[in-house]
């Protein structure tokens, strides 16, 4: 991917998507989870995650997220082997929670996401 690529995080329905986009470099923007005991307090976390520091921590900028946001760890390559024996590729992530949220999920999303959990 190069620098004039869009800085966009993508939303895949299927994780292997999202893996195989970040290792190529692009902004993937992994699944939100729920989390009642998180160093911010219970609610919903998302992240941006990509193999490209670079490009990351532009779209960090571009968004107003200071770059100490950025986290380093490892993710599956899917295509280097069955599940037990897959190589690692060093990524990062930036965090988002609360208000930061809306920053990279869209609001339809959001909204779905809290109507699931307000009707269970």
Known sequence: M?????????????????????????LWLAPLIYLTNARFGPGWYGKVVSADPGRLLRWAARTGIPARGLEAKSIPDVDSGPRT????????????????????????????????????
Do not use: C, K, M
């Open 2 to 26: 190069s620098d004039n690529d869009d800085l966009t995080p993508r939303w895949f329905d299927r994780r292997a998507d999202g893996f195989r986009h970040a290792v190529a470099g692009g």
């Open 85 to 120: 024996a897959r190589r690692r590729v060093p990524a990062y992530h930036i965090d988002l929670w609360g208000p930061r949220l809306a920053l990279a999920y869209d609001a339809q999303y959001l909204a779905r996401v809290e109507a699931r959990v307000s009707s269970a």
